[in-house]
């Protein structure tokens, strides 16, 4: 450790320790309200009608879960103290209690970030299928069809998950900068696998979604300049994308650059093997732990304002949201006035 510091007392991991504190219950709550109207606005009937709309509402049930399987547990985690009196460091790690804990929430916390990442590629190949073969999306992306490619997505990443329940444990690990206590920690059995497994995560997780979403909305803009170039040419109405590629392309570029960040540090983090930062020295360490707290931020906030998004880039979403807005308050001003003609009469009855 350089000339003695405490880790603590570095000014970027005090930086880092406040973005998990404050940022992270703002983001939780940003995205827990968001994403709940989301469920709601588009299980209305005029909005449910739409593939697009089951498509959306998985998304918004699995982001939900990528946030409620990272923030809190990092979030508490702020709260780990070393009593000095047992001697003990009490760690408030939700995956430090039990091994089945371990074993569950590193598993979830992968899944539902998978399942958003795949649900947006299903979703991509959906309005491809709507630019090149409009006469024939009704047919060929019904509900059946929809409900079979979640289901068959979210059966594939389950197995490609699974080995989290026998490749992970609850190990006693020696702290490598102050106090340089041993405390409990969820992490593999075989110590190479930490890396191997970031690689794959790695590829399949970031870097072969991030080509699959690019190429597939390249072949979106590129129908949609050819389709505007032959109704120039024709001097026909020009066709413009429908609400919906609308609002994918802007959902998946926002997601590419939300998430990139991630990629990138475990690229240099976890294909270095570490050398990127030397765990020896606690201002390298203090900026790894801020990188890591940023890049994070950014994987949440993609997961906490998609509602935001919809918002803007969908008329008929922001369309039914008001409506949904304005009939509650609709139904709020009723009851108030029933109130007010009730309560005459009710003076009438005593008199």
Known sequence: MSNGSKL??????ILAENIW????????????VGNILVI????????????SSIYMICLAFSDLGVLYTGLPRQWLRRFGIWNDDSNEYVYTDLRAFTEAGCKFHIFMLYYFQHMSTYILICFSWERVIAVYFPFRLKEICTRLTVFLCLLSTAFLLLIFNGHFFWTYQLSIKKLLYPPFKEIRFCEPKDKDFRLLWRQIHMWA????????????NGLIIFRLCLLKHK?????????????????????????????????????????????????NDVRNLASRNLHFAIVNMLLYLNSAINFLLYSVSSSKFHKELTSLCCRQRSVETRATKAQCRALPTARLSHM
């Open 8 to 13: 603590e007392d570095m000014p970027h991991q």
């Open 21 to 32: 504190l404050y940022v992270s219950p703002v983001l939780l709550l940003i995205g827990t």
């Open 40 to 51: 709601i606005v588009l299980s209305r009937k005029q909005m449910r009608i739409s593939t």
């Open 205 to 216: 997780g970031s870097f072969v979604p991030f080509i699959i979403m690019a190429l597939l």
């Open 231 to 279: 109704s120039a040419v024709r001097s026909t109405r020009p066709v413009g994308p429908t609400s919906a590629t609308v609002t994918l392309f802007i959902v998946t570029v926002v997601f590419l650059l939300l998430t990139a960040p991630m990629a990138h540090y475990y690229y240099y983090v976890a294909a270095s093997k570490g050398l990127w930062y030397d765990v």
